[in-house]
C-alpha cells in the first residue's frame, strides 16, 4: 500500500513504524511541517501499560526508549507551607524531542520516507494515496478541512497554562500550589532528562487577567513565573522552547471529541490518530499514550485483516470502534482530573486541610481509588486513614487504622457511627398509607446490617399527596402507631439511626405500584393532582392543577403535621424530598415552573415555597435534631437545572437552616440524558460540601467500599447513600467491612456465631484456596 502520514509526532511516525515491520513492501511516507529538531513543549509521561505493548509490537524501539527513560515512583505536594511525599506510583518520562528523535532514526532505518519543513494544506496533495493518516495535531487541517464527514466537538477549556522547562532538577512527580492576590497558581513539575525537568503552570482565567498576564511578553510571564515559584526553584531559572507563540505564551486547553475518525475523499482513506481525533489533559499526562496506541491498535486491525487497499474499510471500522471505547475511558478521566484543576483553588485549596488536599488530589481522576492507594503505598494511606479517624473523634490506637466510612459522624444532636446511609427506596407495599410487617422486615434487617443511618421511603403528608395506592403516609393515628413500632424496633436492636424523608409526588402520583408500570396513570380511583404549573409528567398523563396560594398553605401545614407526628415517634432525622420532580422539586426547575408570580422565574422564586415549607418544618422539628434536603442537581434536559443552579439552592437551604444536602439528580424530565457512570453524582456533592461549607450525601452507583472510602477520604461528600445493593443484600455494611479486613465492626449479638466463618471463607477466597 502507499500510506502517508500527515504529521511526524509520536503518532504518525510509530504507525509508519510498525506498518513498515508488517510489511517492507508498504511505501510509507510521514510529512512533518517542522524541522527535525523542533518540538513544543519538554518532556511527556508514559504508562507501564503502554511500555508493555510497545515491547511486544517493536523491542528494538522499546529498548532504545527505555534507555533514555527518567522512572520515579514517589507524588510531592507542596501547599500551604507543608511539603507532603507518596510512593508507589510509577511514573516514566522522557524528553519530547528524545523520543521522537529516537522514533525518526528507528522509521529511517527501517525505510520509512520522512520529509520535514512541509506544511501540508489538502490530502489532495496525495493522490496516489491509498491510505492518509492525519496525525496532524490538535489544530488539524485536514480535520477542519472534513469537518462534517468528521463532527469534531471543540471546547476550550477555562484556565490557562504555559509549558516551561528548568535545569533544576527534580525526584518526584511535584506539584506546588501558590497562592497569590489574584488567586491560586499550580506547578506541575517532573524529570524528563539528565539535567531538565518539564514546569507546566496553571491558573484560573481570573487570575491570569488580573496579574495582567495576557498583556505581558514571554519574558515578562517568565519572570512572572520565576517569582511565584522562587522558593522551590531555589535559584534555578525557567525556559521556555514556545518561540512559535505570540504574546506571553499561555494557552488554553483544547478538549477534543470526533463523532467520527474517517472518511473516504474520492482517491483515498482518510483516518484520524492522535491529538487530531481525541485530547486527554496533562493533568493526567496521556496524550502521547493515546496517539501510541491508536498506532498500535490500527497496526494490529491490519495484521488480522490483511495488508491491501481493499481491506481498508473494514480495518478503520474496527480500529474506530475499539479506540472509541479506551479513548473514551481515558478522556473520562482526564477530564476529572481537569475539571479538579479547574477549581482546584475555591474548591480544594481554600477549604480542605493539607492531608485532605494531598488525598483528593491523589484521586482526582477517578481511576486511583482508596485500595489501589493502599497498594501503592500502605504506610502513606494508613498514616492518613489515623489522621481522619482523629479529626473525626476516635482516639488514637495502635490498631489497624479506621476507614473512612467507618469513623463516626456528628451532626447537630445525632451522632452517627458510621457514615454508611440506607438510602429511601420505596416498596409499595403499604396499606392505606399504613406501613405493614413487611416494611418492619425490611428496614429492621437493613438496620441491624451495619448502616450509621437509614432513611424511610419517601412518605408522604397526605392522602393526595401519594404517588401509589402503595406509598407510605404520616397523616393519621394509624400510621403513626406502624412507624413508631419500627423505629423503636430499629432503636431498640441496632446502633443504627432512622430518618424519615417527607415528600409530596405533585404531579407524579395517582400511578400505578413499580412492576405494575412505572408512571403510569392508575385505571381507576385516581385522585387529583397540583403542582407548580399545569404540566403532566407523561405526555399522556393526567393533568395537575397549578397551586393557588390556598393550596400552598394547605399543603405547607400538612407537612408540618407529618413533621410533628415524626418527632413524637421519635425519628432521629428529617429529610425534605425536594428532587426527582415531586411537588417541591416542580417548584425548583424551570422546565416545570412556568408560574408568572413570585413563585416562578429566578432562581430565588422558584424556592420560595420550598424554602417557607422547610422553614415551617424546622420551626417543629426539635432543634437537637438535623434536617437534610434532597435536591436534584442536574435536571439532565437542556434549559433545565445545573449543578450550579443546585449550588444556589443549597446556599439557600443551609441560610433557613439545613444541616444536610442529599445530593441526586434527574427524574424531572422524561426528556432527561443522563450520563451514568461509576459514582456519576457524586460530583455533585462535591461541588456543594467544598462551595457552599455544607455537609452533604453522595448517591447513585456507589456499590463497594472503595467506593465510599474513596468518597469520603476525598471529602467529596461527608456520607455516602446506597440503595441497590442494600436491597440485594441487607448487610451489606458488615459485609464489605469484612472484604477489607475491618473485622472490629460489632454483628448482631444473635448472628456473632456467622462473622468468624464469614471473615474465613473471604480470606480463603483471597488466597486462592478452595473451601
Given at each position: 500500500?502507499?500510506?502517508?502520514?500527515?504529521?511526524?509526532?509520536?503518532?504518525?511516525?510509530?504507525?509508519?513504524?510498525?506498518?513498515?515491520?508488517?510489511?517492507?513492501?508498504?511505501?510509507?511516507?510521514?510529512?512533518?511541517?517542522?524541522?527535525?529538531?523542533?518540538?513544543?513543549?519538554?518532556?511527556?509521561?508514559?504508562?507501564?501499560?503502554?511500555?508493555?505493548?510497545?515491547?511486544?509490537?517493536?523491542?528494538?524501539?522499546?529498548?532504545?526508549?527505555?534507555?533514555?527513560?527518567?522512572?520515579?515512583?514517589?507524588?510531592?505536594?507542596?501547599?500551604?507551607?507543608?511539603?507532603?511525599?507518596?510512593?508507589?506510583?510509577?511514573?516514566?518520562?522522557?524528553?519530547?524531542?528524545?523520543?521522537?528523535?529516537?522514533?525518526?532514526?528507528?522509521?529511517?532505518?527501517?525505510?520509512?520516507?520522512?520529509?520535514?519543513?512541509?506544511?501540508?494544506?489538502?490530502?489532495?496533495?496525495?493522490?496516489?494515496?491509498?491510505?492518509?493518516?492525519?496525525?496532524?495535531?490538535?489544530?488539524?487541517?485536514?480535520?477542519?478541512?472534513?469537518?462534517?464527514?468528521?463532527?469534531?466537538?471543540?471546547?476550550?477549556?477555562?484556565?490557562?497554562?504555559?509549558?516551561?522547562?528548568?535545569?533544576?532538577?527534580?525526584?518526584?512527580?511535584?506539584?506546588?500550589?501558590?497562592?497569590?492576590?489574584?488567586?491560586?497558581?499550580?506547578?506541575?513539575?517532573?524529570?524528563?532528562?539528565?539535567?531538565?525537568?518539564?514546569?507546566?503552570?496553571?491558573?484560573?482565567?481570573?487570575?491570569?487577567?488580573?496579574?495582567?498576564?495576557?498583556?505581558?511578553?514571554?519574558?515578562?510571564?517568565?519572570?512572572?513565573?520565576?517569582?511565584?515559584?522562587?522558593?522551590?526553584?531555589?535559584?534555578?531559572?525557567?525556559?521556555?522552547?514556545?518561540?512559535?507563540?505570540?504574546?506571553?505564551?499561555?494557552?488554553?486547553?483544547?478538549?477534543?471529541?470526533?463523532?467520527?475518525?474517517?472518511?473516504?475523499?474520492?482517491?483515498?482513506?482518510?483516518?484520524?490518530?492522535?491529538?487530531?481525533?481525541?485530547?486527554?489533559?496533562?493533568?493526567?499526562?496521556?496524550?502521547?499514550?493515546?496517539?501510541?496506541?491508536?498506532?498500535?491498535?490500527?497496526?494490529?486491525?491490519?495484521?488480522?485483516?490483511?495488508?491491501?487497499?481493499?481491506?481498508?474499510?473494514?480495518?478503520?471500522?474496527?480500529?474506530?470502534?475499539?479506540?472509541?471505547?479506551?479513548?473514551?475511558?481515558?478522556?473520562?478521566?482526564?477530564?476529572?482530573?481537569?475539571?479538579?484543576?479547574?477549581?482546584?483553588?475555591?474548591?480544594?485549596?481554600?477549604?480542605?486541610?493539607?492531608?485532605?488536599?494531598?488525598?483528593?488530589?491523589?484521586?482526582?481522576?477517578?481511576?486511583?481509588?482508596?485500595?489501589?492507594?493502599?497498594?501503592?503505598?500502605?504506610?502513606?494511606?494508613?498514616?492518613?486513614?489515623?489522621?481522619?479517624?482523629?479529626?473525626?473523634?476516635?482516639?488514637?490506637?495502635?490498631?489497624?487504622?479506621?476507614?473512612?466510612?467507618?469513623?463516626?459522624?456528628?451532626?447537630?444532636?445525632?451522632?452517627?457511627?458510621?457514615?454508611?446511609?440506607?438510602?429511601?427506596?420505596?416498596?409499595?407495599?403499604?396499606?392505606?398509607?399504613?406501613?405493614?410487617?413487611?416494611?418492619?422486615?425490611?428496614?429492621?434487617?437493613?438496620?441491624?446490617?451495619?448502616?450509621?443511618?437509614?432513611?424511610?421511603?419517601?412518605?408522604?403528608?397526605?392522602?393526595?399527596?401519594?404517588?401509589?395506592?402503595?406509598?407510605?403516609?404520616?397523616?393519621?393515628?394509624?400510621?403513626?402507631?406502624?412507624?413508631?413500632?419500627?423505629?423503636?424496633?430499629?432503636?431498640?436492636?441496632?446502633?443504627?439511626?432512622?430518618?424519615?424523608?417527607?415528600?409530596?409526588?405533585?404531579?407524579?402520583?395517582?400511578?400505578?405500584?413499580?412492576?405494575?408500570?412505572?408512571?403510569?396513570?392508575?385505571?381507576?380511583?385516581?385522585?387529583?393532582?397540583?403542582?407548580?404549573?399545569?404540566?403532566?409528567?407523561?405526555?399522556?398523563?393526567q393533568v395537575p392543577k397549578a397551586?393557588?396560594?390556598?393550596?400552598?398553605?394547605?399543603?405547607?401545614?400538612?407537612?408540618?403535621?407529618?413533621?410533628?407526628?415524626?418527632?413524637?415517634?421519635?425519628?432521629?432525622?428529617?429529610?425534605?424530598?425536594?428532587?426527582?420532580?415531586?411537588?417541591?422539586?416542580?417548584?425548583?426547575?424551570?422546565?416545570?415552573?412556568?408560574?408568572?408570580?413570585?413563585?416562578?422565574?429566578?432562581?430565588?422564586?422558584?424556592?420560595?415555597?420550598?424554602?417557607?415549607?422547610?422553614?415551617?418544618?424546622?420551626?417543629?422539628?426539635?432543634?437537637?435534631?438535623?434536617?437534610?434536603?434532597?435536591?436534584?442537581?442536574?435536571?439532565?434536559?437542556?434549559?433545565?437545572?445545573?449543578?450550579?443552579?443546585?449550588?444556589?439552592?443549597?446556599?439557600?437551604?443551609?441560610?433557613?437552616?439545613?444541616?444536610?444536602?442529599?445530593?441526586?439528580?434527574?427524574?424531572?424530565?422524561?426528556?432527561?440524558?443522563?450520563?451514568?457512570?461509576?459514582?456519576?453524582?457524586?460530583?455533585?456533592?462535591?461541588?456543594?460540601?467544598?462551595?457552599?461549607?455544607?455537609?452533604?450525601?453522595?448517591?447513585?452507583?456507589?456499590?463497594?467500599?472503595?467506593?465510599?472510602?474513596?468518597?469520603?477520604?476525598?471529602?467529596?461528600?461527608?456520607l455516602c447513600a446506597i440503595a441497590?445493593?442494600?436491597?440485594?443484600?441487607?448487610?451489606?455494611?458488615?459485609?464489605?467491612?469484612?472484604?477489607?479486613?475491618v473485622k472490629s465492626l460489632p454483628?448482631?449479638?444473635?448472628?456473632?456465631?456467622?462473622?468468624?466463618?464469614?471473615?474465613?471463607?473471604?480470606?480463603?477466597?483471597?488466597?486462592?484456596?478452595?473451601?
Amino acid at each position: 500500500m502507499r500510506i502517508v502520514c500527515i504529521g511526524g509526532g509520536p503518532a504518525g511516525l510509530y504507525f509508519g513504524i510498525l506498518m513498515k515491520m508488517l510489511d517492507p513492501a508498504h511505501h510509507i511516507s510521514v510529512v512533518e511541517r517542522n524541522r527535525p529538531y523542533d518540538t513544543f513543549g519538554f518532556g511527556v509521561v508514559f504508562s507501564d501499560a503502554t511500555m508493555d505493548n510497545m515491547r511486544k509490537w517493536d523491542p528494538v524501539t522499546a529498548d532504545t526508549i527505555e534507555q533514555a527513560f527518567n522512572h520515579w515512583d514517589d507524588i510531592e505536594v507542596l501547599i500551604k507551607g507543608r511539603r507532603m511525599r507518596t510512593s508507589g506510583h510509577g511514573f516514566v518520562g522522557i524528553g519530547r524531542k528524545k523520543l521522537l528523535n529516537i522514533l525518526q532514526a528507528r522509521a529511517e532505518e527501517l525505510g520509512v520516507e520522512l520529509i520535514f519543513e512541509r506544511d501540508v494544506d489538502s490530502d489532495l496533495d496525495f493522490p496516489d494515496a491509498d491510505l492518509i493518516v492525519a496525525a496532524d495535531g490538535v489544530n488539524s487541517k485536514i480535520r477542519t478541512k472534513y469537518a462534517e464527514a468528521f463532527q469534531p466537538d471543540m471546547l476550550m477549556r477555562p484556565n490557562r497554562y504555559i509549558w516551561l522547562g528548568t535545569n533544576r532538577l527534580f525526584d518526584a512527580f511535584t506539584f506546588d500550589f501558590r497562592k497569590t492576590e489574584h488567586g491560586w497558581f499550580q506547578a506541575h513539575i517532573y524529570k524528563f532528562e539528565e539535567g531538565a525537568s518539564t514546569f507546566i503552570i496553571e491558573t484560573t482565567e481570573e487570575a491570569y487577567l488580573a496579574h495582567g498576564l495576557d498583556k505581558m511578553e514571554q519574558g515578562e510571564s517568565i519572570a512572572f513565573c520565576e517569582k511565584i515559584f522562587a522558593e522551590i526553584l531555589e535559584g534555578h531559572s525557567l525556559v521556555s522552547n514556545a518561540r512559535h507563540l505570540r504574546g506571553s505564551a499561555w494557552l488554553s486547553f483544547p478538549r477534543l471529541i470526533c463523532g467520527n475518525w474517517t472518511t473516504y475523499n474520492g482517491n483515498s482513506h482518510v483516518v484520524l490518530m492522535g491529538d487530531a481525533a481525541h485530547t486527554a489533559h496533562f493533568a493526567i499526562g496521556s496524550g502521547t499514550k493515546l496517539a501510541l496506541e491508536d498506532a498500535i491498535e490500527l497496526t494490529n486491525q491490519f495484521k488480522i485483516h490483511g495488508t491491501s487497499r481493499e481491506t481498508i474499510p473494514a480495518v478503520l471500522n474496527a480500529y474506530v470502534e475499539l479506540r472509541r471505547v479506551d479513548v473514551a475511558r481515558i478522556q473520562n478521566a482526564a477530564r476529572n482530573a481537569m475539571e479538579w484543576f479547574e477549581v482546584v483553588g475555591h474548591r480544594y485549596a481554600d477549604t480542605l486541610e493539607p492531608e485532605q488536599f494531598m488525598y483528593s488530589l491523589l484521586t482526582r481522576s477517578q481511576r486511583i481509588s482508596h485500595e489501589n492507594l493502599r497498594l501503592r503505598d500502605k504506610t502513606w494511606l494508613e498514616g492518613y486513614e489515623r489522621w481522619f479517624s482523629e479529626k473525626s473523634g476516635l482516639p488514637d490506637s495502635n490498631e489497624r487504622s479506621t476507614p473512612p466510612m467507618f469513623t463516626p459522624f456528628r451532626i447537630r444532636g445525632l451522632s452517627l457511627q458510621n457514615r454508611i446511609i440506607v438510602s429511601p427506596m420505596a416498596m409499595y407495599s403499604a396499606e392505606e398509607g399504613v406501613p405493614t410487617d413487611f416494611h418492619l422486615v425490611h428496614f429492621g434487617s437493613r438496620a441491624m446490617g451495619g448502616a450509621g443511618l437509614m432513611f424511610t421511603e419517601m412518605t408522604c403528608v397526605s392522602p393526595e399527596a401519594r404517588i401509589t395506592p402503595g406509598c407510605c403516609g404520616l397523616w393519621n393515628d394509624a400510621q403513626t402507631a406502624a412507624f413508631k413500632r419500627i423505629v423503636d424496633f430499629v432503636h431498640g436492636n441496632s446502633g443504627c439511626k432512622i430518618g424519615i424523608q417527607l415528600g409530596h409526588a405533585g404531579r407524579k402520583g395517582s400511578t400505578r405500584v413499580a412492576w405494575e408500570g412505572m408512571d403510569k396513570a392508575l385505571p381507576e380511583h385516581n385522585w387529583p393532582l397540583v403542582s407548580a404549573s399545569a404540566l403532566p409528567y407523561l405526555a399522556d398523563g393526567q393533568v395537575p392543577k397549578a397551586m393557588t396560594r390556598a393550596d400552598m398553605d394547605e399543603v405547607r401545614d400538612q407537612f408540618v403535621a407529618s413533621a410533628r407526628r415524626a418527632a413524637q415517634i421519635g425519628f432521629d432525622i428529617l429529610e425534605l424530598h425536594c428532587a426527582h420532580g415531586y411537588l417541591l422539586s416542580s417548584f425548583l426547575s424551570p422546565l416545570t415552573n412556568l408560574r408568572t408570580d413570585e413563585c416562578g422565574g429566578s432562581i430565588e422564586n422558584r424556592a420560595r415555597f420550598p424554602l417557607e415549607v422547610f422553614r415551617a418544618v424546622r420551626e417543629v422539628w426539635p432543634k437537637d435534631k438535623p434536617m437534610s434536603v434532597r435536591l436534584s442537581c442536574h435536571d439532565w434536559t437542556e434549559g433545565g437545572n445545573t449543578p450550579d443552579d443546585a449550588l444556589e439552592f443549597a446556599k439557600l437551604f443551609k441560610e433557613a437552616g439545613a444541616d444536610l444536602i442529599d445530593c441526586s439528580s434527574g427524574q424531572v424530565s422524561t426528556d432527561e440524558r443522563p450520563v451514568y457512570g461509576r459514582l456519576f453524582q457524586t460530583p455533585f456533592a462535591d461541588k456543594i460540601r467544598n462551595e457552599v461549607g455544607i455537609a452533604t450525601i453522595a448517591v447513585g452507583a456507589i456499590s463497594e467500599a472503595d467506593h465510599a472510602n474513596s468518597i469520603i477520604a476525598a471529602g467529596r461528600a461527608d456520607l455516602c447513600a446506597i440503595a441497590r445493593p442494600h436491597l440485594a443484600d441487607p448487610a451489606w455494611t458488615l459485609h464489605e467491612a469484612a472484604k477489607i479486613g475491618v473485622k472490629s465492626l460489632p454483628w448482631p449479638k444473635q448472628y456473632r456465631s456467622g462473622k468468624p466463618q464469614y471473615e474465613a471463607n473471604l480470606e480463603r477466597a483471597a488466597a486462592g484456596v478452595k473451601a
